[in-house]
């Protein structure tokens, strides 16, 4: 009886390995992988963004709008957590993309706040922070790259004959990617504009202050 099962079960390891069953679970992995990548290159940029703000609030003490929309898309981007389970969903990802999008938007706008102050920008601690920000900006890059491959590899394979069977019977489904949409809105620079507000109208009640 015993040599019975293992034989139905070494058949059953060799159907599965030639159906593609293996193959998919590799790729499985390894878009779980590179998506644990992005998430960890957006959580050291998370973690970066509090020392810069308070190294940037000690001289651009008149740029507060700019620090606190800073500090305000870090929480929201932080405020999402995408889990591998989640990246079927493709409203998560689009969500999560966004959020990560509006915080790049601010960092970008308080970047160019700093051009406004020398001393800033030849603070040590503020170059570091920046040098780091840029890397990880860079380390974000390869990141989304790589997972774009990572994805395209499962999709590609789930969607062959006869592997997409196997995908079926399993239920293995393609997997949404980051869009090229997306990217253009995250690689737009950002509108910065620092002239004063245009005067009210005669006869206009003041606005209050704030």
């Known amino acids: ?3 019975v099962l293992s034989a139905l079960l070494m058949t ?9 069953y293996n193959t998919i679970q590799t790729n499985d992995e390894a878009v779980k992988a590179a998506w644990s990548e992005v998430i960890n290159q957006y959580q050291r940029r998370a973690d970066l963004i509090p020392n810069l703000v308070n190294t940037v609030k000690g001289f651009a003490a008149q740029e507060q709008a700019v620090l606190i929309g800073v500090t305000e898309a870090r929480a929201r981007a932080t405020s999402i957590q995408m889990t591998p389970e989640m990246l079927n969903d493709p409203e998560a990802i689009r969500k999560f ?3 990560q999008g509006e915080l790049t938007t601010a960092l970008k706008s308080l970047l160019m706040v700093t051009e406004n102050y020398p001393d800033l920008k030849s603070d040590q601690n503020f170059r570091d922070l920046q040098a780091q920000l840029e890397g990880t900006e860079n380390r974000i890059s390869v990141a989304r790259n790589r997972y774009i491959e990572s994805v395209q590899a499962f999709n590609g394979t789930i969607r062959r004959f006869p592997v997409n069977l196997t ?5 293995y489904e393609v997997r949404p990617n980051f869009t090229v949409e997306n990217e253009a809105a995250i690689a737009r620079p950002p509108a910065v504009d620092f002239s004063p507000a245009p005067a009210p109208p005669a006869g206009a009640p003041a606005q209050p202050a704030t």
């Open 1 to 3: 009886m015993r040599i």
């Open 12 to 20: 059953a390891c060799l159907a599965l390995s030639g159906c593609g």
């Open 97 to 99: 993309q966004a959020a």
């Open 167 to 171: 995908a079926m019977l399993f239920g």
